[in-house]
């Protein structure tokens, strides 16, 4: 198994639809993050979990709802998004929040498009 | 001034050159950096963390430089496979900002 896994690779969705993104993680880290990337920006923080507590919301619109039922898996869940919101949207996890300890290890990543 | 700022390339240069790239930051107290690599339509990976001491690891070399607050990334002996974006992370306040990254192309 891989560090990090990421379902789906590809979502197409209407502006109307709801769908969710899973995040599974097995290096028994106790960090896990929501990236955005988008073309020609850089990586955009969205979400940080610690031991399961939200400690960071980058001030992300409220379309985007985080999940996080315990230390291995994280979800985002989409809602009325806005095709400005297509992006590859990365999932990461490191063995703690901060300093050194935040080497992040990502998964390969759900590449949105927003019709 | 941007965060954390990358030249975006492409540097393109030929197998076996010496390569180097550089990555500002704004933040005098940042005490963490690294290097990921990037290949297209992929995630990024971490390369190697930056400690003040310098770090090598095979023909990659990272360096940071305090004073002029900046951090390095020399690739010696350059391979086709190191064709890649490669991103600089720094800590900001206990939160890793990325840069946007340097297109490196290596041609036969």
């Known amino acids: 198994e891989t560090g990090v896994t990421q379902t789906p690779r590809h979502l197409v969705m209407g502006m109307t639809n709801k769908k969710s993104l899973k995040c599974e993680q097995h290096?028994?880290?106790?960090?896990m993050y929501w990236y955005k990337q988008s073309a020609k920006k850089p990586l955009e923080l969205m979400f940080v979990?610690?031991?399961?507590?939200?400690?960071e919301n980058n001030s992300v619109p409220s379309r985007f709802s985080p999940e996080c039922p315990n230390s291995s898996h994280l979800f985002l869940h989409l809602h009325t998004l806005q095709p400005e919101d297509s992006a590859l949207y990365l999932c990461?996890?490191?063995?703690?929040?901060?300093?050194?300890?935040?080497?992040?290890?990502f998964g390969s990543g759900t590449q949105l498009s927003v019709l | 001034r941007k965060e954390v700022e990358q030249d975006p390339g492409p540097f393109n240069v030929p197998e076996g050159a010496t390569v180097a790239f550089n990555c500002t930051y704004s933040n005098s107290a940042s005490q963490s950096f690294f290097w990921y690599r990037q290949d297209c339509r992929k995630e990024p990976k971490l390369l190697m963390s930056v400690y003040s001491s310098g770090n090598e690891d095979g023909r990659f070399t990272a360096q940071l430089n305090r004073a002029s607050q900046y951090i390095s990334l020399l690739i010696r002996d350059s391979k086709l496979s190191d064709s890649a974006t490669y991103l600089c992370a720094v800590d900001n306040t206990d939160k890793l900002i990325f840069g946007t990254g340097t297109r490196l192309q290596v041609f036969p």
């Open positions: 979990y610690s031991l399961e507590e939200r400690v």
């Open positions: 290096l028994g880290h106790n960090a």
């Open positions: 990461a996890s490191s063995q703690d929040r901060g300093g050194a300890s935040e080497k992040l290890f």
